[in-house]
Protein backbone atom coordinates (compact mmCIF):
# COMPACT_ATOMS: atom_id res chain seq x y z
CA UNK A 1 0.00 0.00 0.00
CA UNK A 2 1.32 3.55 -1.06
CA UNK A 3 1.82 6.06 1.40
CA UNK A 4 1.86 9.62 0.92
CA UNK A 5 3.13 12.51 3.41
CA UNK A 6 3.09 16.10 3.09
CA UNK A 7 5.36 18.53 4.54
CA UNK A 8 6.82 22.11 4.01
CA UNK A 9 2.40 23.99 4.66
CA UNK A 10 3.21 27.02 6.88
CA UNK A 11 1.48 30.97 7.47
CA UNK A 12 2.97 33.32 4.87
CA UNK A 13 1.94 36.77 3.71
CA UNK A 14 0.20 37.52 0.78
CA UNK A 15 2.40 37.67 -2.38
CA UNK A 16 5.04 35.03 -0.97
CA UNK A 17 5.86 31.93 -1.63
CA UNK A 18 6.38 28.09 -0.28
CA UNK A 19 7.16 24.74 -1.67
CA UNK A 20 4.87 21.77 -0.91
CA UNK A 21 6.79 18.16 -0.42
CA UNK A 22 4.86 14.82 -1.14
CA UNK A 23 6.90 12.06 0.14
CA UNK A 24 5.79 8.58 -1.33
CA UNK A 25 6.50 5.16 0.04
CA UNK A 26 5.58 1.68 -0.32
CA UNK A 27 5.74 2.17 -4.14
CA UNK A 28 8.12 3.80 -6.37
CA UNK A 29 6.83 7.28 -7.53
CA UNK A 30 7.33 6.29 -11.69
CA UNK A 31 4.53 4.19 -11.62
CA UNK A 32 1.77 6.19 -10.21
CA UNK A 33 -0.04 9.81 -10.95
CA UNK A 34 0.07 12.21 -8.65
CA UNK A 35 -2.35 14.95 -7.60
CA UNK A 36 -2.39 18.12 -5.47
CA UNK A 37 -5.46 18.90 -3.92
CA UNK A 38 -7.40 21.29 -1.38
CA UNK A 39 -10.17 22.03 1.46
CA UNK A 40 -10.43 25.48 2.59
CA UNK A 41 -12.84 25.75 5.81
CA UNK A 42 -16.39 25.49 4.68
CA UNK A 43 -15.71 24.28 1.27
CA UNK A 44 -15.54 20.90 -0.58
CA UNK A 45 -11.80 19.92 -1.68
CA UNK A 46 -10.58 20.74 -5.00
CA UNK A 47 -8.08 19.91 -7.11
CA UNK A 48 -5.03 22.16 -7.80
CA UNK A 49 -2.82 20.21 -9.84
CA UNK A 50 -1.96 16.71 -11.26
CA UNK A 51 1.20 15.33 -12.81
CA UNK A 52 0.57 11.93 -14.45
CA UNK A 53 3.55 9.30 -15.10
CA UNK A 54 3.19 8.68 -18.65
CA UNK A 55 2.60 12.35 -19.73
CA UNK A 56 4.56 15.07 -19.17
CA UNK A 57 1.96 17.61 -19.29
CA UNK A 58 0.46 19.11 -15.94
CA UNK A 59 -2.61 19.60 -15.29
CA UNK A 60 -3.71 22.76 -13.25
CA UNK A 61 -6.73 24.51 -12.39
CA UNK A 62 -7.45 27.89 -13.32
CA UNK A 63 -7.35 29.52 -9.93
CA UNK A 64 -3.49 28.69 -9.41
CA UNK A 65 -2.74 28.70 -13.01
CA UNK A 66 0.51 30.76 -13.84
CA UNK A 67 1.35 30.54 -9.93
CA UNK A 68 1.77 27.02 -9.09
CA UNK A 69 4.04 24.92 -10.50
CA UNK A 70 4.16 21.01 -10.16
CA UNK A 71 7.02 18.93 -10.56
CA UNK A 72 8.34 15.36 -9.72
CA UNK A 73 11.45 13.64 -8.49
CA UNK A 74 11.19 10.19 -9.68
CA UNK A 75 14.77 9.74 -8.08
CA UNK A 76 13.37 11.05 -4.57
CA UNK A 77 10.38 9.53 -4.83
CA UNK A 78 8.62 13.01 -4.11
CA UNK A 79 6.29 15.41 -5.91
CA UNK A 80 6.46 19.12 -5.14
CA UNK A 81 3.95 21.93 -5.55
CA UNK A 82 6.15 25.39 -6.13
CA UNK A 83 3.19 28.14 -5.00
CA UNK A 84 4.58 31.74 -5.98
CA UNK A 85 2.26 35.02 -5.64
CA UNK A 86 0.27 33.40 -2.45
CA UNK A 87 -3.24 34.50 -2.18
CA UNK A 88 -5.76 34.41 1.09
CA UNK A 89 -7.80 32.56 -0.79
CA UNK A 90 -5.32 29.78 -1.39
CA UNK A 91 -5.69 29.17 2.54
CA UNK A 92 -6.35 25.34 2.88
CA UNK A 93 -5.53 22.00 3.95
CA UNK A 94 -3.73 20.42 0.74
CA UNK A 95 -3.54 16.91 0.29
CA UNK A 96 -1.56 14.97 -2.21
CA UNK A 97 -2.79 11.88 -3.52
CA UNK A 98 -2.59 9.16 -5.79
CA UNK A 99 -4.66 9.41 -9.02
CA UNK A 100 -6.06 7.56 -11.47
CA UNK A 101 -7.74 10.86 -12.98
CA UNK A 102 -7.29 14.69 -12.06
CA UNK A 103 -9.91 14.76 -9.58
CA UNK A 104 -11.18 14.25 -6.28
CA UNK A 105 -13.13 10.95 -7.42
CA UNK A 106 -10.05 9.99 -9.21
CA UNK A 107 -7.84 9.31 -6.06
CA UNK A 108 -7.01 6.13 -4.89
CA UNK A 109 -4.98 7.05 -1.74
CA UNK A 110 -4.91 10.39 0.64
CA UNK A 111 -1.92 11.52 2.89
CA UNK A 112 -2.55 13.23 5.65
CA UNK A 113 -2.57 17.04 4.63
CA UNK A 114 -0.64 20.23 5.48
CA UNK A 115 -1.76 23.31 6.36
CA UNK A 116 -1.21 26.66 4.29
CA UNK A 117 -2.33 30.03 5.68
CA UNK A 118 -1.98 33.02 3.64
CA UNK A 119 -2.56 36.48 5.54
CA UNK A 120 -3.14 39.46 3.51
Known amino acids: QVQLVESGGGLVHAGQSLRLSCAVS????????IGWFRQAPGKEREKVSC????????IYADSVKDRFNISRDNAENTVYLQMSSLKPEDTAIYYC?????????????WGQGTQVTVSS
Open 51 to 58: TYSSDDTP
Open 97 to 109: ATVERCSVEGVDS
Open 26 to 33: GGTLNYYS
